[in-house]
């Protein structure tokens, strides 16, 4: 069956060639839609200039000292953005000193950070012992989530002088972060670890011209990315290399795939498709939203190529019997055999880059597939792990706060974010120009979801839906957990803050 399925997949691939060949889509000019949408950005990007400064009260604080707690030294999720101890001739660390210097000279005030591998657990013991030693917390949302629950953290959603809709905080964040209308954290851009939170697709050109696929740019530029064009391209892609009978990851597969109910692929793609885990309803209170026979349709279409082990391989079976203690974890060492060119698609996000910084083929960038043509938008599932901004209880001095935490966003908007975004991403790493109106349309389409953060398990019930096939059974079995789940979270926050 197998076999089969992958020679109606190749087959579509033919097909689906010869339709972009005709021109897919509608007859609006693709690729001169893809170049306006691009010129918008610019032009957007012309208009959020220095002359958005905030209007802020002129302030001297005498001195003080403003410390961040700050997540870094872990195999993981580490945030390099909001603070460095010096110059060191790299752009973005330069960009953060001379942005927190500036942030000292505008208030007359100190800004250190305390470093720390446990910044959550800190933090817990901290608050609850009284110590107002930091001011602003950047920990892993799904850390910084158990402690919200415990008063360890404040309601932002009012935080004095802070302007949710400015282009330096992310609006879409307000709305879907925000349980009850409350806010316990929040990205800006201050750090880049929000930029580097959704996940996309790379892929190998060598191998796309190899195989005489179409390219994921074209299809973009005539409006037509979407699943049924991008699965076939997947399916396609199967070589074993070494000819010893097996495929492993000496040989060539169509995607490096990620299972599983935290990262799975299927997750990033039922986003893509605009499918939801929860929605918020109209007081601000989680509904779970992705039960639907669209689901499942979307659960079956991935599930023929990704569970076909001739066309994908799994990240845990890519490493079997590797010596990766070179990396810091299997997903690392698995990465750099797509830098190697075994595969053709993998899905990461923007930080992932540095590995493929001296790979020998060309890589492009491709946002998620839409459903289907009559989609509108774009949307990327954030990885749940980034780190996040959060006000500790006691922190009693929320006017400078947000008055310094205001500023310093629109500060490094201006400085950092176009160090990492054009320079480190951009221009260093990503070598054709429609790799970057990529970015810009992927960094426009972040969708955060809730249930992931607060460990609700409806995403851990969708990858079982997927693994087994049947979502109504599966849903069935869960949905009263799920909800049990929702209606607590939803009373601990309620009764806090």
């Known amino acids: 069956m197998k076999n089969l399925n992958r020679i109606i997949y190749a087959f579509l691939a033919i097909v689906i060639m010869i339709s972009v060949i005709a021109g897919c889509g509608s007859e609006k000019g693709g690729a001169a839609e893809t170049t306006a949408a691009v010129d918008t950005t610019a032009e957007t990007a012309e208009e959020t200039t220095e002359s958005d400064e905030p209007e802020l009260p002129e302030i001297d604080l005498v001195g003080k000292e403003y410390q961040f707690l700050v997540r870094f030294d872990t195999h993981a999720y580490n945030d390099f953005w909001v603070y460095v101890e010096d110059m060191n001739?790299?752009?973005?660390?330069?960009?953060v000193f001379e942005r927190n210097r500036a942030v000292e000279e505008k208030f007359n005030i100190k800004i250190t950070a305390l470093l720390n591998d446990a910044a959550e657990s800190y933090a817990a013991k901290a608050v609850m012992a009284g110590d107002d030693s930091f001011f602003a917390v950047w920990e892993c949302k799904t850390a910084l989530a158990a402690s919200i629950q415990k008063n360890i953290y404040l309601d932002i959603s009012n935080l004095p002088y802070a302007d949710f809709t400015a282009p330096y905080w992310d609006k879409n964040a307000v709305e879907q972060l925000s349980i009850g209308n409350k806010l316990y954290m929040m990205p800006s851009d201050i750090s880049m670890s929000n930029l580097t939170a959704p996940r996309f697709l790379y892929f190998n050109k060598r191998i796309l011209e190899n195989y005489g696929l179409t390219s994921p740019y074209d299809y973009v530029a005539d409006d037509c990315w979407t699943l049924d064009n991008?699965?076939?391209?997947?399916?396609?892609?199967?070589?074993?290399?070494?000819?010893?009978?097996?495929?492993?990851?000496?040989?060539?597969?169509?995607?490096?795939r990620e299972d599983g109910?935290?990262?799975?692929?299927?997750?990033?793609?039922?986003?893509?498709?605009?499918?939801?885990?929860?929605?918020?309803?109209?007081?601000?209170?989680?509904?779970?939203s992705f039960y639907n026979d669209k689901t499942q349709t979307i659960m079956d279409k991935v599930a023929v190529v990704f569970k076909d082990d001739t066309c994908t391989i799994e990240?845990?079976?890519?490493?079997?019997?590797?010596?990766?203690?070179?990396?810091?974890?299997?997903?690392?060492?698995?990465?750099?055999?797509?830098?190697?060119?075994?595969?053709?698609?993998?899905?990461?996000?923007?930080?992932?880059?540095?590995?493929?910084?001296?790979?020998?083929?060309?890589?492009?960038?491709?946002?998620?597939?839409?459903?289907d043509e009559n989609q509108k938008e774009y949307y990327h599932r954030t990885d749940p792990f980034n780190t996040?901004?959060?006000?500790?209880?006691?922190?009693?001095?929320?006017?400078?706060?947000?008055?310094?935490?205001?500023?310093?966003?629109?500060?490094?908007?201006?400085?950092?974010?176009p160090a990492y975004y054009e320079t480190t991403i951009k221009l260093k790493r990503q070598r054709d120009d429609t790799a970057m109106e990529m970015l810009d349309l992927i960094k426009g389409s972040m969708y955060y979801e809730i249930a992931d953060i607060f460990g609700l398990g409806v995403s851990d019930v969708i990858w079982n839906s997927y693994n087994s096939g049947d979502l109504a059974?599966?849903?069935?079995?869960?949905?009263?957990?799920?909800?049990?789940?929702?209606?607590k979270l939803v009373e601990n926050l309620l009764s806090v803050g």
């Open 230 to 256: 991008f699965l076939p391209m997947v399916a396609a892609v199967s070589a074993d290399l070494d000819g010893d009978g097996k495929m492993t990851r000496e040989d060539e597969f169509g995607m490096l």
């Open 473 to 487: 059974s599966t849903y069935a079995k869960n949905e009263k957990s799920m909800q049990k789940k929702i209606d």
């Open 388 to 417: 996040q901004m959060a006000i500790p209880a006691t922190n009693v001095d929320l006017d400078n706060t947000g008055l310094i935490l205001e500023w310093m966003s629109w500060k490094s908007h201006h400085t950092v974010l």
């Open 89 to 95: 001739g790299e752009v973005v660390n330069d960009a």
């Open 261 to 288: 109910g935290a990262n799975g692929n299927i997750l990033y793609f039922l986003v893509g498709s605009n499918i939801r885990a929860t929605e918020n309803d109209e007081e601000g209170i989680p509904q779970i």
């Open 315 to 371: 990240y845990g079976n890519c490493a079997r019997g590797a010596d990766y203690s070179q990396y810091k974890h299997l997903f690392e060492y698995c990465r750099t055999l797509f830098a190697a060119g075994h595969f053709l698609f993998v899905q990461n996000g923007c930080y992932e880059t540095i590995q493929f910084n001296d790979m020998a083929d060309d890589y492009g960038i491709a946002p998620n597939p839409k459903y």
